[in-house]
């Protein structure tokens, strides 16, 4: 019998050792691990049961969530083969589920749109992409839908207030240590782009944003991009001004509309946050309830 040389050995043992503990062994209890680790063991593991298949979406949304509660492996692995044999009363389908939170996935980097079970303004609950989502940026949307782009891939729950903007100004970073309520002061609208913690950070369940204070609560410490403006709750300014606003964005040029209540007025340029000039009639316009843009124009409209 051959014998393996003894600095073969003591390479291989040390190669091992330096394995994330993920890829030494079995991991049990998800929780333990960065949120990127868990939807990689649980894709891991759909595509080895059928042969090479992506999870759907609104699956994973599901598994993410049962993890939070407890649930292990096993109990992932269990479901996901009850689900190939057609077993259970759930029908994944790559669109949604009825549960508090959603994922949407940028593959390949292109543009997807998904239906939510909410229809607020969607929020970041957890980045799940090497690529950073950024409302307004990669995702954004509302009214039963949303969007991602640019390789976003996120968990997302339904956002409170009408504010449909995207943090463009400074980075906030606010952490609720030992489950404590904490806040944190800004000049600004806030916007989650980044969770830092294994608690899931959730406006206006975890976090929140009250005048030019920013809260969070219960474990959630996250990144937040605030973006210059009055804060949502001010106080209003004169007759016929308003706070109501929306981001519109011309995605490599193309030509995009957006919802726009008419209600509210003409809509106005207040901010342009793409390098292309956005011009009236030329790269953008609105007819009826939409706004639109185009070559490249990215702007938040108002009212004045």
Known sequence: MSRVPAFALALCLGLASSLPAAARGPVEDLRTLPPAQRVELIEREYAAQSRGRAIPDDQLAFYLEQVERGWGMGQVRADISGSLRGQGNRRWNGSSWAGATVVCSSNERRRRECRTPFNGRPVLVENISGT????GRNFGGGGGTMWVDDGCRGRFAEGRGGWNGGGTGELVRCESQDNKR???AINGRAVLVRQLSKTACVEGRTWGQRGNSLWVDDGCRA??????GPAPGHRPGPPGTSDYSMTCSSENKRRRTCDWDRRRGRPVLVQQLS???CEEGRTWGWTGNSVWVDGGCRA???VR
């Open 223 to 228: 990144e937040f991009s605030v973006a210059r």
């Open 132 to 135: 950073r989502c950024i409302e």
């Open 300 to 302: 938040r409209f108002g």
């Open 275 to 277: 390098s292309t000039r």
């Open 182 to 184: 904490r806040t944190c």
